[in-house]
């Protein structure tokens, strides 16, 4: 068994064969965790959790979904048809769609300053906005008493204060990690798991990956991006492609591939109650 912590089976990419996508998963024994980036896409990943074996949900806003009028973003055709930062959170909402048993997590939440205003004073007004909604999820999570995927690009420095700001501390995994070591060592003093996937191709985290104990890192996709190199350059991820990141880790602290699998199974298990 493998579980893939971080997946969007729920995107409009896989509209045309998803049904497939999941077979393949099955049958290879791979274990999902589908995650939401808005309202409408939390509840899609309910949907499928509700309705596949071995599928479980994340419901959450991504920061690329809070509403402002501060900045202009193109739609991503992968994810659906829908216009970026236009949603308010509504925690109520959100409450209501963890009554499903098989939500797991709060997220993917949290901050991302990738795209940004070029104005100072706007771009400290977009900042505020994104940490005022993460805070928010946070406090949902802990009133769920669920762990959070947490979402990162460009903002560690301001997601590790408003962590150790926290009276109750969170749990959860950085997804799709990218820090330094320094960062990452911060965020396991906080008790949180690094997600390590197929990003490990295009940049080198090699000492990071070393560095981190195998008792503290998560494997995932992020299908339907980040296709390892190996599936080809054009290819659309998916969760069973979660084996290349496995080998990857494995051959970098010099162990089997089983034993990867096996403890970050075990991890997956232990933090997201499965």
């Known amino acids: 068994m493998i579980i893939d912590t971080h997946s969007h089976l729920n995107f409009k990419a896989y509209e045309s064969d998803r049904e497939e996508v999941i077979k393949r998963t099955q049958k290879e024994g791979v274990i999902c965790i589908d995650v939401g980036t808005k309202y409408e ?55 209501k769609l963890a009554m499903s048993k098989k939500v797991v997590a709060i997220g993917e939440i949290g901050l991302d300053y990738y795209y940004r205003p070029k104005s100072k004073i706007k771009l400290e007004q977009f900042k505020q906005k994104q940490k005022e909604v993460f805070l928010q999820q946070l406090e949902l999570a802990k009133e769920l008493d669920l762990p959070v995927i947490l979402h990162c690009r460009m903002a560690h420095t301001d997601i590790l204060e408003i962590l150790k700001s926290q009276t109750q501390k969170p749990r959860g995994v950085i997804h799709c990690f990218t820090g330094s070591r320094e960062e990452a060592q911060q965020y396991m003093n906080l008790g949180f798991y690094i997600g390590i996937n197929g990003i490990i191709f295009k940049l080198n985290l090699d000492e990071v990956i070393k560095n981190v104990p195998l008792a503290k890192i998560l494997v995932e996709t992020d299908c339907p991006y980040l296709t390892p190199l190996s599936e080809g350059k054009d290819k659309r991820n998916e969760p069973i492609f979660v084996k290349h990141v496995i080998k990857k880790i494995a051959e970098l602290k010099g162990i089997n591939f089983q034993e990867v699998a096996d403890k970050t199974t075990e991890n997956a298990k232990e933090l997201f109650s499965i």
Do not use: Q, V
């Open 41 to 95: 896409t939390s509840k899609k990943a309910i949907g499928l959790a509700e309705k596949y074996e071995g599928i479980y949900a994340a419901i959450g806003m991504h920061p690329i979904h809070i509403k402002t009028d501060l900045l202009k973003l193109k739609i991503d055709p992968e994810e659906g048809a829908f216009t970026p930062l236009t949603e308010e959170f509504d925690k109520e909402n959100y409450k």
